[in-house]
């Protein structure tokens, strides 16, 4: 965040001008102790151009440390994500064991799922299927990612490339079966997760086997 990178910037820059003040003090105390004039100049201020050159350094440290904050504040933003998106996963198919009953229907659904669409590529859904034709009857709940996050790639073990799909369990035995739309896509479903920046990259896999994994 800004508030962030701005107190980071302070620290770095009280902290860069402390040590480089120290630093030359020590050296003319310590490596040069026969120069008095020098020594003293040390204790009596620094100069003009010696302040410009301490804060070019400083800016400079400062631009390299706020730019590497910025790259892991990115990847820590997709970890998050896909960690969130695992646990959603997760979710649909504890839904499905528990047999939850579904908000709109009162009863208990055929499948609870998580969808993802790619034309929405900021979050995904948590969904039930009441009549058992793999058909989305409910839209449960809603979450997004983060702002710096994205969809980039739905994929399946059958086909590259997807618009969406749903991950549906099965109630009450929370078997997991893979579909675009009614079309069965395998066994197992892909989604790829990226920053919008910088390209961090991650890959949330979930298995018929009932694995779920995430990979770069």
């Not at 528990?98 to 998580?114: F, M, R």
């Not at 702002?147 to 618009?163: K, P, R, Y």
Request: hydrophobic fraction near 40%; proline fraction near 2%.
């Amino acid at each position: 965040s800004w508030s962030g990178a701005s107190t980071l910037l302070h620290i770095v820059s009280w902290s860069g001008a402390s040590i480089a003040f120290t630093l030359y003090i020590m050296i003319c105390k310590y490596l040069m102790p026969d120069n008095k004039k020098l020594y003293k100049m040390a204790y009596s201020g620094m100069t003009m151009i010696e302040i410009v050159v301490m804060l070019g350094i400083v800016g400079l440290l400062s631009v390299i440390v706020i730019g590497g904050f910025g790259r892991t504040n990115q990847g820590t933003f997709v970890k998050r994500a896909s960690e969130q998106l695992a646990l959603g996963i997760r979710q649909a198919q504890s839904y499905s064991l528990s047999g939850k009953v579904a908000l709109l229907a009162e009863k208990t659904p055929k499948y609870w799922g998580l969808h993802v669409d790619i034309s929405d590529p900021k979050g995904y859904s948590i969904v039930s299927d009441t009549t058992g034709d793999y058909v989305i009857d409910e839209t449960y709940k809603t979450y997004s990612f983060e702002e710096v996050v994205t969809m980039s790639d739905i994929s399946s073990a059958n086909t590259t490339g997807l618009s969406h799909i749903t991950f549906f369990f099965s109630v009450p035995y929370g078997e997991l079966e893979v579909k675009n739309d009614t079309l069965d896509e395998g066994s197992w479903g892909q989604i790829t997760l990226k920053s919008k920046k910088d390209n961090f990259i991650k890959k949330i896999t979930a298995q018929i086997s009932g694995h779920v994994s995430i990979s770069n």
